[in-house]
């Protein structure tokens, strides 16, 4: 075990703390049984370097850290946050309004009208009245007056015509799928309702007629989360001047997310202002 | 790690990561230097550090540092302590203070080696993981430098 060539590399791991209680114990025992060599024992041990705990590192603090700006709500001044749940509303009220503006393509609209021969007067009428309410909305998001007023006619509108319309609701989804996947036989629907189709283009700049009974449900249940963000922000406890911040910030974000293509179905929404994020939207 | 994590290692760990750097560089200005770089890379990389690894990733990036960037600034300095060496052997009987002049004659590497496992208490293959060495290698080193350090005593204590 400890012997005369390996003993100094025993003193060595003593030192380092690195013997095991056997391997102590067989190192003291050759130790006493050369006295010589304790000072050299002793000379190694006392080579064990000790910490100077007077030296320490001043301020400390400065390189500790704090939360990281982004994504941090605390701290956020109020108007921050009104304008943020604000724009939220304003945000979602557009998805969805885009989403029934999708149905309304161009192709839909044309071949819709074979539908008319079959479906009366009164059910066209209502699609067209429907159809300016949705003008209404996408020409002014965010005027509440107008929205409310709209809102109204559409819903007692709605109710005159209740049992023809549900019908094509139900119907209309349908035709829309099959149409946008094969769109050639156009020209021979536009043929067999000319018409049909006189009387709507007298009344309406849009062709399409009933395909508009079909995103009519949504849209009234679209304006209930813009009168809701219309009341929220009535009741906010903030001063007009605020207000109309809000409104600001609202309008030019929803004048930003119109030119926003159908791709945002697959991602995600953030909005930063300045170099604050203020939230993101996962869809 | 989290933030929490990562401000707990600046408290407990600062002061030692300092002492070990100025030993390595020679002065504390440097020293400062090596902590604040240590601490930065630990926040950069600390999704990737377990707290529980942090003490040893601090120790191993102000390793690099004092050896590798400091090495040649190193040398400079310590000559200059070395040249001092005579009001240590005139004056100085503390044990510690020649300790610290005996260290002088260790070449970088082996003076961190030695730091390591005195100040720190790491044992060798904790030494090799900080360090990049392997286990034996530290054990060689480590001797090496050790009987260096105790023939320093023995000679100091002969002039004494």
Redesign the interface.
Known sequence: MVNKENY??YM??Y????LNEAEIKALMAFVNEYPELSK?LE??T????????K???AN?EA?????PASGRNIGMRTWWMYAAAAAVLLFAITIIKQGGDAIDSPVVANTQTEQPASTQTPVINNTIQKDSNTEELHSTPASSVANENAIAKAKSKKQKVKSPIIENQIEEPKIVKEETIAPVQQPVYKTANEPVQELIAQQTTQPNSIEETTSAPVETINNEPQKQKKRLLDILPINKNKKEGVNMIANALTKRIENVTENLKDTDVKLKIGNKEIFIVKL | MELNDYNNSVKEWADALFRFACKCTGNEEDARDVVQNSFEVLWQKREHVAPAKAKAFLFQVAYNQSVDNYRKQRRMSYKEMVDDNRSVLQGQSDLKRVLERALTKLDEQARALVLLKDYEGYNYEEIGQITGLNESQVKVYLHRARKVLKDYLVSVEHVI
């Open positions: 100094e590399e060595m791991m030192t380092d703390g690195e050299e000379a190694y006392a080579t064990k370097l000790l910490p100077d705990t030296l320490v590192y400390k390189l500790l850290k704090t939360l």
